[in-house]
């Protein structure tokens, strides 16, 4: 059952949020940081951010898209966003010849929601990448998903914003959403 209008949840102002619903969590952790620390010089509150994205709806799967770059503390984060209910998805990042250094999630993000969308109504996509626009076009009108992007304004693409269903401006609750640096 996909909507179910008596059963909406009362406290939520968006009609496509649903009690019943199955939803999935797709989090974007490299986005997420650079745009907590370059745009709040803060850290993002995953606990938080997850309660957040749920709503008091069926969660299937929350997946945290994490590159491994061997960096202080960065077994303790792993072992965090797992104790916070995130399935962690690590890669290894890569370094050119030359010193360029490149890791991202994109397609691997794409590829889940794509497998894992027949066992979902909502799905809550955490990024403000605009590569994702094709992706989101794609879910909500070939899978028939209700989809929210979850991110910070300032960093987000326009475009993503405007083809999500939903969009939940992180920067606008900075309490519930971040940590302020020094803090934990």
């Given at each position: ?10 406290e ?7 009690k019943?619903q ?21 850290k993002?509150?995953y606990?938080?951010?997850?309660k957040?994205a749920i ?6 799967r ?7 770059a061997d ?6 984060f792993?072992?965090?966003l797992?104790n ?17 250094k ?10 889940d ?18 590569d994702?626009v ?5 879910v909500?009108?070939?899978l028939?998903c ?7 304004g ?6 993503l ?9 992180m920067?606008k ?5 971040l940590?302020?640096?020094?803090k934990?």
């Open positions: 059952m996909r909507k179910s209008k008596k059963t909406a949840i009362a939520e102002p968006h009609a496509g949020l649903y019943e199955r939803v999935g969590v797709f989090v974007d952790v490299q986005n997420l940081y650079y745009s907590a620390k370059f745009s709040h010089n803060a993002v509150n606990k938080n951010l997850l957040e709503k008091g709806r069926n969660l299937i929350a997946i945290a898209y994490v590159i491994k960096v202080k503390d960065e077994a303790n792993f072992d965090a797992k916070f209910g995130y399935e962690v998805k690590a890669k290894d990042l890569q370094v050119f010849y030359g010193g360029a490149k890791g991202d999630w994109d397609v691997g993000i794409a590829m929601l794509i497998e894992l969308s027949s066992r979902l109504d909502a799905i809550v996509l955490v990024s403000g990448d605009g994702f094709p992706l989101v076009n794609h909500k009108h070939a028939g209700y989809v929210e992007v979850m991110a910070f300032k960093s987000s693409s326009q475009k914003v405007e083809v999500a269903d939903n969009f939940i401006d920067a609750e900075p309490s519930t959403y940590i302020q640096s020094g934990s």
